[in-house]
Each structure stands twice: as C-alpha cells, then as structure tokens.
C-alpha cells in the first residue's frame, strides 16, 4: 500500500524558515517524481513545487521560487521541502503527492497524496 | 501560466440526481486535464485522468469529457458520499495549475 507521511508543520514567524519532510513507502521510490501541493484556509489547490526522479528537474510556482527549495533523499525515500523567508500567505495545508510519472510531464498527475502537513505563519 | 476556471463554484444537488462541472482553460491543453476530489481534513482523490480514463478503484459513475480549452466531469448519480469538492488540474505546461474547485452540496 502506497503511503506518504507528512511532517515539519508548525507555527512559524514570518521571515522565518521550516523544513517539511514526506516519507514514502509501499511503492519504489525512486520511480516517481515527486510534488508538493497546498492548500491555504478556505481556499483550493495550489502546486507548489515538483522533483524527478533524480532531482535534475524542480520546478517551482512563481509565488515561491527563490524562496522554497524541494528536494529528495532516495536512500531514505524521504522529499522535502525547504522554507525560508515566510510569508502570512503561505500559511497552507502542505501536502507531498506522488507523480505517476519520472518526471514532471504533459500527463503528471498526482495518484497518492499524503494527509498533508499544516504551516502557520504568523506573529 | 494557463488559467483554469470551473463552473459552477457550488452547486447543491440530491442523492441521484447527474451533475455536471465545468473545467475551461486559458488556453489549449489538449486533453491534458486531471479530476481531483477532496473532502474536508483529507487527502484530495485522483478520479480521472487524461480527460477521460477512470482512475482505478474510482466508481464507474464518474466520467470525464473535453478537449482543447473545455472539460467536463460528470457523475451519473450521485451517491451520498460523492459531496465534496471537485477540482481540475492541467498538465500540459509548468507551472501545474488547478482549477478554484466546485463544491457539491446536499440539496
């Protein structure tokens, strides 16, 4: 069974920085690419960040480039995504989704996601 | 980046009834379109991708239509459990985009 675990959430002074980490299991990791998609307080779906296999491609939202950093650790089948100067707008449900795909295409979507993982920016 | 803008944003609807939303983008994505659902403190749920193939373990009530800028996911009868809220997303071009999502409601 595909499972993504979340973890890292926490309140966090803007400005400051937070790492999450996602840990997969249940499926070969090193086969997919890997996303980060959120989710602010009464609003929808906004992509983030996504990764192949390899870590040769990221690709970020212009909201956060230069800011975020997503990467992956393929020993510990572990993503994670690194957060620095933010912002109240980034306060968001983090969720890690799993790429059916090696990297991040025309047909990516997202099969499994994890329970997701909640940032609170704010003084 | 390519807009994507569903219709309605809610809708209420009862137990059997068929519901149709709308998914249209900026501009052609080809049949580069995904259904997600998602319900309150839970993870979001792929349905449909590619347009219009079923995701597997996803019921047959659930289809998906479209091509160029126009998309639709249609449940055929709804099922109590199918109140949520539904979201499109495009893949044919960086950055990934997803609809604003159409919340289906109990009438």
């Known amino acids: 069974e595909v499972q993504l675990s979340e973890s890292g959430g926490n309140l966090v002074q803007p400005g400051g920085s937070l790492r999450l980490s996602c840990a997969a299991s249940g499926f070969t990791f090193t086969n997919f690419a890997m996303s980060w998609v959120r989710q602010a307080p009464g609003k929808g779906l906004e992509w983030v960040a996504g990764?192949?296999?390899?870590?040769?491609?990221?690709i970020y939202a212009a909201s956060v480039k230069g800011r975020f950093t997503v990467s992956r650790d393929n020993s510990k089948n572990t993503l994670y995504l690194q957060m620095n100067s933010l912002r109240a707008e980034d306060t968001a449900v983090y969720y890690c989704?799993?790429?059916?795909?090696?990297?991040?295409?025309?047909?990516?979507?997202?099969?499994?996601w994890g329970q997701g993982a909640l940032v609170t920016v704010s003084s | 980046d390519i807009q994507l803008t569903q219709s309605p944003s809610s809708l209420s609807a009862s137990v059997g009834d068929r519901v149709t939303i709308t998914c249209r983008a900026s501009r052609s994505i080809t049949s580069h379109l995904h259904w997600y659902q998602k319900k309150p403190g839970k993870a979001p749920n792929l349905l449909i991708f590619a347009t219009s193939s079923l995701q597997s373990g996803v019921p047959s009530r659930f289809s998906g239509s479209g091509s160029g800028t126009d998309f639709a996911l249609t449940i055929s009868s709804l099922h109590p459990e199918d109140f949520a809220t539904y979201y499109c997303?495009?893949?044919?071009?960086?950055?990934?985009?997803f609809g604003q999502g159409t919340k289906v409601e109990i009438k």
């Open positions: 997303q495009q893949s044919y071009t960086s950055p990934l985009t």
């Open positions: 990764m192949s296999i390899s870590g040769a491609t990221t």
């Open positions: 989704a799993k790429d059916s795909f090696p990297s991040i295409t025309t047909d990516s979507r997202f099969d499994h």
